[in-house]
T-cell receptor
């Protein structure tokens, strides 16, 4: 079974600054996907960024980027130029299999508070 | 496309009553998932369907829980004889499973919050 661990329960950051969220996972699978989801106070889970394990290049989506270290089984998320709207719970998630569409295993989440 | 919709958004019920939640996935999405989330925790997988077939059920899904997707479109999650421990947010999600390696995204609804008193 896969496990996903987020060791930071809560992080705060000043507006316009950068914050990095940690995520480690444990799996024996060789083909998998990793995700970061954002859950604002309205509670709808929104995909932030996705990384395919077979790709060495780190994924980037605008102000969001990841540092994927496959050997270390680490998948951190960096939020640059933080905005007030980034305040939310952030969940790291794992999906096994070469074909996405299988179930997600989530970490416990990190609450991010962006301060003006 | 209006996204994944769930109904009701909030439900308060007395212990021992039955409750049913409905999920309408994004049109043409063939996979539908149910997750449970308690306050301050990450979502936990319950079950998922491909079209009308239920492909996997978590051991979290006790005999009191049943999920259906009779025509491969909307799905219902019923909880019988509710217990206080069932109080949680029930999240529905959907995706389009096509070619391997295509990396299809799983889209979530806003959830149905259940409070058992």
């Amino acid at each position: 079974a896969q496990t996903v661990t987020q060791s930071q329960p809560e992080m705060s950051v000043q507006e316009a600054e950068t914050v990095t969220l940690s995520c480690t996972y444990d799996t024996s699978e060789s083909n998998y996907y990793l995700f970061w989801y954002k859950q604002p106070p309205s509670r709808q889970m929104i995909l932030v960024i996705r990384q395919e394990a077979y790709k060495q290049q780190n994924a980037t989506e605008n102000r969001f980027s990841v540092n994927f270290q496959k050997a270390a089984k680490s998948f951190s998320l960096k939020i640059s130029d933080s905005q007030l709207g980034d305040t939310a719970m952030y969940f790291c998630a794992f999906m096994k299999g070469q074909a996405a569409g299988n179930k997600l295993t989530f970490g416990g989440g990190t609450r991010v508070l962006v301060k003006p | 496309d209006t996204g994944v919709s769930q109904d009701p958004r909030h439900k308060i019920t007395k212990r021992g009553q039955n409750v049913t939640f409905r999920c309408d996935p994004i049109s043409e999405h063939n996979r539908l998932y149910w997750y449970r989330q308690t306050l301050g925790q990450g979502p936990e997988f319950l079950t998922y369907f491909q079209n009308e077939a239920q492909l996997e059920k978590s051991r979290l899904l006790s005999d009191r829980f049943s999920a259906e997707r009779p025509k491969g479109s909307f799905s219902t999650l019923e909880i019988q004889r509710t217990e206080q421990g069932d109080s949680a947010m029930y999240l529905c999600a959907s995706s389009l499973m096509s070619q391997p390696g295509s990396g299809n995204t799983i889209y979530f609804g806003e959830g149905s919050w259940l409070t058992v008193v």
